[in-house]
Nanobody, 124 residues
Framework: QVQLVESGGGLVQAGGSLRLSCTAS????????MAWFRQGTGKDREFVAA????????DYIDSVKGRFTISRDNAKNTVYLQMNSLKPEDTAVYYC?????????????????WGQGTQVTVSS
């Protein structure tokens, strides 16, 4: 049984930092592309960042480039999202996702497994 468990969310003031973690079990973590998505209240789910097992190479949406960093530790079956210089518009539930195909695209439909989400709230 595959499980993705996120942690690290919380309430932070604008300009602050948080590090999200997502630990996977039940899959061969090192061969999956991993990604973070987010969904704000009343908004559509949005791709944030992805990391592939080859390279590893990464992608980000423009609004988080230079502020967020995605990384992975295959020995710990964990993917991280370091979020710096947080803004109120970053407020959302953040989800990690795993793509068996290794593509790590921006399309949520390409991902095979999802975590339950962790809330990030940035106050102004």
């Amino acid at each position: 049984q595959v499980q993705l468990v996120e942690s690290g969310g919380g309430l932070v003031q604008a300009g602050g930092s948080l590090r999200l973690s997502c630990t996977a079990s039940g899959l061969t973590f090192s061969t999956y592309a991993m990604a973070w998505f987010r969904q704000g209240t009343g908004k559509d789910r949005e791709f944030v960042a992805a990391i592939r097992w080859t390279g590893p190479t990464t992608d980000y949406i423009d609004s988080v480039k230079g502020r967020f960093t995605i990384s992975r530790d295959n020995a710990k079956n964990t993917v991280y999202l370091q979020m710096n210089s947080l803004k109120p518009e970053d407020t959302a539930v953040y989800y990690c996702a795993a793509d068996l195909g290794g593509r790590g695209t921006i399309e949520g439909s390409a991902y095979d497994y999802w975590g339950q989400g962790t809330q990030v709230t940035v106050s102004s």
